[in-house]
């Protein structure tokens, strides 16, 4: 089983619909999880990160479910500007000790394509 | 700001040169990580340095050879390169303690 598992798509969207991405992890004390976005042969950029509580930054809504080991992303409203990859990733190590950083892991990716 | 810079933007070399790729910042950040990723497939961690040092090397072939002169500097030093490690090598960085990793426009090596 793959650490990280990202259905692949691609979606293809009309501007204006509402898109959801969804994203398992397999490493149960994990604890810190991202979602970025990366537009073609450019560099990741992090669009947010995910909280227990869920959280919300203008059209986008990001959920974590620990008990089920899930995180999901929905993009209300798509703009033609938000057709990208968008990668789920997760820190596999517990923030407390150990080398926790920059051993992210990092799903496949999902591409969407907003048209008009 | 969260800039993260990286030179050059393209590189080409041959399989006997010798060149070196730049990450620079300039917010305090004290982990730097090198990545690897080839077209389509998600970034793939090279090296890691925590406070200057390194921390993590995931067995990575000793043609590439990191270095980090000091808090905002790490370099990416590459020699006797071979073809399929063509790809965009990004650098990245994050505060200490905390795993929001930054990363920088990337480096697009093409080795012939």
């Known amino acids: 089983r793959k650490e990280v598992e990202q259905d692949p798509g691609p979606f293809n969207v009309p501007e204006g619909a509402t898109v959801a991405f969804n994203c398992t992890y397999s490493?149960?004390?994990?604890?810190?999880f991202f979602w970025y976005r990366q537009d073609c042969r450019k560099e990741p950029k992090l669009l947010m990160s995910?909280?227990?509580s869920g959280n919300e930054d203008g059209r986008f809504t990001a959920q974590l479910n620990r008990a089920s080991q899930y995180i999901s992303l929905l993009i209300r409203d798509s703009k033609l500007s938000d057709s990208a990859t968008y990668l789920c990733?997760?820190?596999?190590?517990?923030?407390?000790?150990?080398?926790?950083?920059?051993?992210?892991?990092f799903g496949q990716g999902t591409i969407l394509t907003v048209h008009p | 700001d969260t800039e993260v810079t990286q030179t050059p933007k393209h590189l080409v070399m041959g399989m006997t040169n010798k060149k070196s790729l730049k990450c620079e910042q300039h917010?305090?950040?004290?982990?730097m990580y090198w990545y690897k990723q080839k077209a389509k497939k998600p970034p793939e961690l090279m090296f890691v340095?925590?406070?200057?040092?390194?921390?993590i090397n995931e067995s990575v072939p000793s043609r590439f050879s990191p270095e980090c002169p000091n808090s905002s500097l790490l370099n990416l030093h590459l020699h006797a390169l071979q073809p399929e490690d063509s790809a965009l090598y990004l650098c990245?960085?994050?505060?200490?303690?905390?795993?929001?990793?930054?990363f920088g426009p990337g480096t697009r090596l093409l080795v012939l």
């Open positions: 490493n149960s004390a994990s604890q810190s």
């Open positions: 995910v909280y227990s």
């Open positions: 340095y925590s406070y200057e040092k390194l921390s």
């Open positions: 917010m305090g950040h004290r982990a």
């Open positions: 990245a960085s994050a505060r200490a303690g905390r795993e929001t990793q930054y």
């Open positions: 990733v997760v820190n596999p190590f517990p923030l407390a000790g150990g080398t926790s950083y920059g051993k992210l892991t």
